[in-house]
T-cell receptor
């Protein structure tokens, strides 16, 4: 049973470009969460999704950031017109139920030049 | 807003000693508390999850306690080994939807 798979592991973008981060949850998990870890800071919640639905996006910046979890395929975190302050490690997690143990992926390290 | 603090930020102990890591949180109305381990360049591994109605959880050499009223949790690692070297993160769920508030972690080095 593969764990939570995130790709790419490292992503380099220039300012103004778009970044797409992918996350495939563990088999049987329908709850997906995205967290961001900025340098020298703790992980911060961004968004919680179930299949085809955004349940809680209270941690998402109001502009440029969006997330989806389609019926088929991985969850996508999309950042438009990236800026240097978006440089961070982005972690995806999944769980089988709403309040059950979270399983994290290895993260995507985004670097904005 | 839930604030989670972990003290100390970093510590080194000789192999075989017991480790005690502290976590405090400001809002005692929590759903559960989890301890994670993070290795450099890797994701998080869940170690223990304590529901709000529980006082402690144990797994092998690990024991975590929870005192909701005082807003504290302690992770205890018995007979530390070099392989225990990592960053340990405490995370609190207040809203019941796995929206976790994380501390900045305890960076542990176990010296052989």
């Amino acid at each position: 049973n593969a764990g939570v798979m995130q790709n790419p592991r490292h992503l380099v973008r220039r300012r103004g470009q778009e970044a797409r981060l992918r996350c495939s949850p563990m088999k049987g998990h329908s709850h997906v969460y995205w967290y961001r870890q900025l340098p020298e800071e703790g992980l911060k919640f961004m968004v919680y999704l179930q299949k085809e639905n955004i349940i809680d996006e209270s941690g998402m910046p109001k502009e440029r950031f969006s997330a989806e979890f389609p019926k088929e395929g991985p969850s996508i975190l999309r950042i438009q017109q990236v800026v240097r302050g978006d440089s961070a490690a982005y972690f995806c997690a999944s769980s089988p139920g709403q309040n059950e143990k979270l399983f994290f992926g290895s993260g995507t390290q985004l670097s904005v030049l | 807003k839930q604030e989670v603090t972990q003290i100390p930020a970093a510590l080194s102990v000789p192999e075989g000693e017991n480790l005690v890591l502290n976590c405090s949180f400001t809002d005692s109305a929590i759903y559960n508390l989890q301890w994670f381990r993070q290795d450099p360049g890797k994701g998080l591994t869940s170690l223990l999850l304590i529901q709000s109605s529980q006082r402690e959880q144990t797994s092998g050499r690990l024991n975590a306690s929870l005192d909701k009223s005082s807003g504290r949790s302690t992770l205890y690692i018995a007979a530390s080994q070099p392989g225990d070297s990592a960053t340990y993160l405490c995370a609190v769920s207040s809203g019941g939807n796995n929206r976790l508030a994380f501390g900045k972690g305890n960076q542990v080095v176990v010296i052989p």
